[in-house]
């Protein structure tokens, strides 16, 4: 059986450009498990994005957002919390990082999938 891979990201307003890294690591992952990360900024259509692009490519979709500890910032206030969260929600039996502007080839999602089927790695 292969070994079920997930996706850990985090997102600010990212709906202009994350089907686009979705599409180019669909080969490397099983689940997405998406933070969203806005600050005091209104959030986009990221997360529908990516829930649509999910459903269609038959990934799984889990997603949370993180709440700034620190009030008024209209930014991240802390991406290493933001990044753990996403590590949390995962349930695969690897897990891979990408920003919403990585992009990977389809060499590299192959090598990725025959990294974990690889007998004794973990």
């Not at 490397?28 to 986009?44: H, M, N, W």
């Amino acid at each position: 059986m292969n070994p079920k891979i997930s996706l850990s990201m985090i997102c600010y307003n990212e709906a202009a450009i994350i089907e686009r890294c979705l599409d180019s690591a669909a080969g490397a992952f099983d689940e997405l498990c998406l933070v969203r990360s806005v600050g005091t900024e209104k959030p986009d259509e990221t997360k529908e994005v990516a829930e649509a692009w999910c459903f269609i490519n038959r990934k799984e979709f889990k997603f949370s957002e993180y709440i700034n500890t620190i009030p008024n910032l209209p930014h991240t206030d802390n991406f290493a919390a933001a990044r753990q969260l996403s590590f949390n929600m995962a349930t695969g039996d690897w897990c891979i990082w990408l920003d919403c502007d990585d992009l990977l080839d389809e060499e590299t999602c192959l090598k990725l999938r025959r990294c974990t089927e690889q007998p004794g790695i973990q």
